[in-house]
């Protein structure tokens, strides 16, 4: 586990200025308190954890397995989620990190199989402790504690429900943070539905559209079918994203993509995809650290960084297509501007 003291903090809030395009808004309270004061929170809860039965159907892999009798399915994790680490994120997006950082909860384990995970040893291979609802939510409290701005579950797709059992634990012992789901979107439309109305902020990170593609590099050849249907509803269920007058998240959508190498088609289909569907009013993130990882061993044509003339060119796709509210910290970063 990975904690950060109060003056590593206060060191860090020194360089995290908010660069977010704001929106003012009033801090408001998250949107699960009122499920929880109304005991749907609880309910909700409860349903969720019967997907997790034979077969579970927590994700769209839809396993035969039996994970509330601690059957492991493909996601390689049974009855608790596992957790790789929980800390304040400085890394995240300015809007999210604040100053005090985002409290992320590294979930192990994952619903698909991309050979170029950039956190592989965490997805593929497994590395975590296991978390049971009052271990989960006692993290939660932690980071509270801590005085990270929100609550950033990364990884969440198939322990929804583990995720769930634990919330209502958190809120009985005060926990008042905005929740984010940081997710690859292949999510089941049961959990978004259970997840609506509890999620503030949805992060998606829309990969690669093609079948093939998919098929090849995530594990699935109808992820972008699922995916962008998923984006859709969170969208439907969140907005466009909100910034409260400090200029932090409070409510709505942000979208991720991770520039590949040789795949700037991949890229300009996706952002093809958030300009006509979405809307140019999303916020997008285009993030340039891809790095060769996982198995690209095997794959010797994404087995590269991606050049610096990839990463300009698919911030002029953006800027072709009208998206206009491209996260500024990684433009700078990515592009090497003051």
């Given at each position: 586990m990975r904690l950060y003291s109060r003056s590593t903090i206060a060191r860090e809030a020194t360089s995290a200025s908010l660069e977010c395009s704001t929106v003012a808004m009033s801090a408001g309270a998250p949107s699960y308190l009122a499920l929880y004061r109304s005991g749907e929170l609880a309910e909700r809860a409860a349903r969720a954890l019967e997907l997790l039965a034979a077969p579970c159907?927590?994700?769209?892999?839809?396993?035969?397995?039996?994970?509330?009798?601690?059957?492991?399915?493909?996601?390689?994790?049974?009855?608790?989620?596992?957790?790789?680490?929980?800390?304040?994120?400085?890394?995240?997006?300015?809007?999210?990190?604040?100053?005090?950082?985002?409290?992320?909860?590294?979930?192990?384990?994952?619903?698909?199989?991309?050979?170029?995970?950039?956190?592989?040893?965490?997805?593929?291979?497994?590395?975590?402790?296991?978390?049971?609802?009052?271990?989960?939510?006692?993290?939660?409290?932690e980071l509270q504690e801590i005085g990270c701005h929100n609550i950033n579950w990364v990884t969440p797709e198939h322990v929804v429900p583990q995720i769930l059992e634990a919330l209502p634990i958190a809120v009985d012992a005060g926990l008042r943070l905005p929740i984010v789901y940081n997710t690859s979107a292949y999510d089941s439309p049961d959990s978004l539905s259970l997840m609506g109305g509890i999620v503030d902020v949805y992060m998606p990170d829309l990969k690669l559209v093609g079948s093939e593609r998919t098929r090849r590099y995530l594990g699935k050849r109808e992820y972008f079918e699922v995916a962008s249907r998923n984006v859709l509803e969170m969208q439907r269920q969140v907005g466009d994203l909100i910034l409260d007058e400090r200029g932090l998240a409070q409510r709505g959508l942000i979208v991720r993509h991770l520039v590949m190498p040789g795949l700037l088609d991949e890229t300009e289909a996706v952002l093809r995809f958030v300009a006509e569907h979405l809307g140019p009013g999303t916020y997008v993130n285009l993030m340039g650290q891809y790095y060769p990882a996982g198995k690209t061993e095997r794959h010797p044509e994404i087995d590269r960084h991606p050049h610096a003339e990839e990463l300009v060119r698919a911030y002029e796709i953006a800027d072709e297509l009208g998206l206009r509210r491209l996260d500024e910290r990684s433009r700078r970063q990515t592009l090497g501007v003051a």
């Open positions: 159907r927590v994700c769209p892999r839809e396993c035969s397995v039996d994970r509330l009798a601690d059957e492991p399915g493909l996601c390689r994790i049974g009855r608790y989620a596992l957790v790789a680490s929980h800390f304040p994120h400085f890394g995240e997006e300015n809007c999210l990190r604040g100053w005090n950082g985002s409290g992320t909860i590294f979930f192990a384990g994952c619903n698909l199989r991309c050979v170029f995970c950039q956190n592989f040893d965490v997805s593929w291979k497994v590395q975590g402790r296991e978390a049971p609802p009052a271990r989960l939510a006692a993290m939660m409290l």
